[in-house]
Structures are given as structure tokens and as C-alpha cells.
């Protein structure tokens, strides 16, 4: 079945360092790929997605490059801020029987340090 | 443009009982999908409405069902609750099935 990995946590940074997220999928056919961004006490926010490979995903600074040779995501962020603390979540949506359906992985909890 | 709106914020029922979720998408998405984040566990697929239609249904008992209005709001109904229901449920709508989901605040139950 499909499945998505993300890097343990928590992660802890200070302020303007650099952000790597891990995350790496098992699906059939070619998925497209999603990072969400849930802050405290709120649902989850898209933050960038890419729908085929090579693609490079970007927003608010963040970015992912969909890698189909090694089933990757892995976001990025150059320089952090403590506004960028939150639970992030990398996902997938397939086909076939999986029409519709987002499968996540365990989410990763950020805590960025002025 | 308003967001995803989900109703209530906060429901407290007691084991047996059933709870009733609600969910109004955004303008103009005709699917809604339904996501249950139980503390340790993640986000699990619950449910994909689309055109009033339950169009896919992930690994949970029947007895967490649902349904879409004309409206293409959406209830999620739990019968005989179970302490391990107590989970932040998220609704989440889009477009159709190839366009990103966009989800609400989710409605936090919790079973006594």
C-alpha cells in the first residue's frame, strides 16, 4: 500500500537557521506530493505541493522538489523564524483504490528559538 | 472567500452514545473528505463524498458513517461510541478529486 516517512522529531532550531524536513513515499503509479502546516489549535494549511516529478514546490519561503528516483519531498526553508513553529505533515494522493484519499506521514513538530 | 466551516468545536458524548459533525466547504468544491488525527496515531482517512455520492472509505467500522447534502455540506455521524473515537476530526473539501484539499479547524470529540 502507499505510505509516507517523515525524519523523527521534534526539531529544534534557532532563529534564520537552516530547515530541512525529511520525507520519503512508497506508492504505485506517480502521486502527487503535499507538505501541510498545522499550527497550534488549528486544522492543517496547505503550504506547497508538486503534482509530477521534478517539480519544485514553493511558498512563503519553503520549498520541496519532487524526486521520483528516490522518493523524496524533502522541504526546505533557508531561515527560519519562530513564527514558522508548527506540526508539519507530508502527503501523498494516489489513484486506483486510493482515489481521493491523502495518506500522511507522522508529522514532524518544529520549534524555532529566537 | 470563506474557508472551510466546521460545527461544533468541541463535542463531549459518552461511551454508547452517537455524535453528529458538520461540515460546510468551500464555495464552489463539490468534494468532502473526512480525516480523523487521534493523539499517537496521525491523520487516518475516514471518508470521500463527492457529488452526494460516498465515493471511497478508508479502513474504519461501519459504523462511522456519513452523507452530503445537495448543498454539499456534510455530517459525519459515530454510532455506539468508544473511548478511542476521542480524536480531533478534520473535514476537508476540494474541487474534485485531482485538486488540493483544503481543510477546516476540525471538531475536537471526546469520548467519557
Known amino acids: 500500500g502507499n505510505s509516507v516517512t517523515q525524519m523523527e522529531g521534534p526539531v529544534t532550531l534557532s532563529e534564520e537557521a537552516f530547515l530541512t524536513i525529511n520525507c520519503t513515499y512508497t506508492?504505485?503509479?506517480?502521486?502527487?506530493l503535499f507538505w501541510y502546516v498545522q499550527y497550534p489549535g488549528e486544522g492543517l494549511q496547505l503550504l506547497l505541493k508538486a503534482t509530477k516529478a521534478d517539480d519544485k514546490g514553493s511558498n512563503k519561503g519553503f520549498e520541496a522538489t519532487y524526486r521520483k528516483e528516490t522518493t523524496s519531498f524533502h522541504l526546505e526553508k533557508g531561515s527560519v523564524q519562530v513564527s514558522d513553529s508548527a506540526v508539519y505533515f507530508c502527503a501523498l494522493r494516489a489513484g486506483g483504490t486510493s482515489y481521493g484519499k491523502l495518506t500522511f506521514g507522522q508529522g514532524t513538530i518544529l520549534t524555532v528559538h529566537p | 472567500e470563506a474557508g472551510v466551516t466546521q460545527s461544533p468545536t468541541h463535542l463531549i458524548k459518552t461511551r454508547g452514545q452517537q455524535a453528529t459533525l458538520r461540515c460546510s466547504p468551500i464555495?464552489?468544491?463539490?468534494?468532502v473528505y473526512w480525516y480523523q488525527q487521534a493523539l499517537g496515531l496521525g491523520l487516518q482517512f475516514l471518508l470521500w463524498?463527492?457529488?452526494?455520492?460516498?465515493?471511497n472509505r478508508g479502513n474504519f467500522p461501519p459504523r462511522f458513517s456519513g452523507r452530503q447534502f445537495p448543498n454539499y455540506s456534510s455530517e459525519l455521524n459515530v454510532n455506539a461510541l468508544e473511548l478511542e473515537d476521542s480524536a480531533l476530526y478534520l473535514c476537508?473539501?476540494?474541487?474534485?478529486?485531482?485538486?488540493?484539499?483544503?481543510f477546516g479547524p476540525g471538531t475536537r470529540l471526546t469520548v467519557t
Open positions: 463524498y463527492d457529488e452526494g455520492e460516498e465515493r
Open positions: 506508492a504505485t503509479g506517480y502521486p502527487s
Open positions: 464555495s464552489g468544491h463539490t468534494s
Open positions: 476537508a473539501s476540494s474541487f474534485g478529486m485531482q485538486y488540493e484539499q483544503y
